[in-house]
């Protein structure tokens, strides 16, 4: 059976080029359009990894990186972060999340600013989803 890779963008040709990445790499690609339809799937389906935008409708990446990060059930799924916001400006909320909130959420496995490169994203999966 062959492992489960969540893409979650708001951008068709984004989650068109990751989806066909991921699947002519061995993996079944499952896709989402935000972060509500994202949490859906990750509970529907159980994906091995997830590769999430930032920004997005409805609810942001951010929000389902927090939600995913702070539930046991889901805490372990490695995440990649696919975004055109910088690095730098992510993990800063990411600390501000803790530092007004009390939320604690541990940095994701690997950032990529878009666009991504296929040879980069490959070698994170593979790293952090291995066949």
Do not use: W
């Amino acid at each position: 059976m062959k492992k489960k890779i969540l893409v979650v963008d708001d951008e068709m040709d984004i989650r068109i080029f990751v989806s066909t990445l991921v699947e002519t790499n061995g993996y079944k690609a499952l896709v989402a359009k935000d972060g509500e339809e994202g949490l859906r799937m990750v509970k529907d389906h159980k994906p091995n990894l997830i590769i999430l935008d930032v920004m997005m409708p409805r609810e942001s990446g951010l929000k389902l990186y927090k939600d995913l990060k702070s539930d046991d059930t889901t805490k372990q799924i490695p995440v990649i972060m696919v975004s055109a916001v910088s690095q730098k400006t992510f993990l800063h909320s990411i600390r501000e999340l803790e530092r007004y909130h009390g939320v604690s959420l541990a940095e994701p496995v690997a950032y990529i600013e878009k666009p991504p490169e296929a040879e980069e994203l490959i070698t994170l999966i593979g790293k952090f989803c291995p066949i």
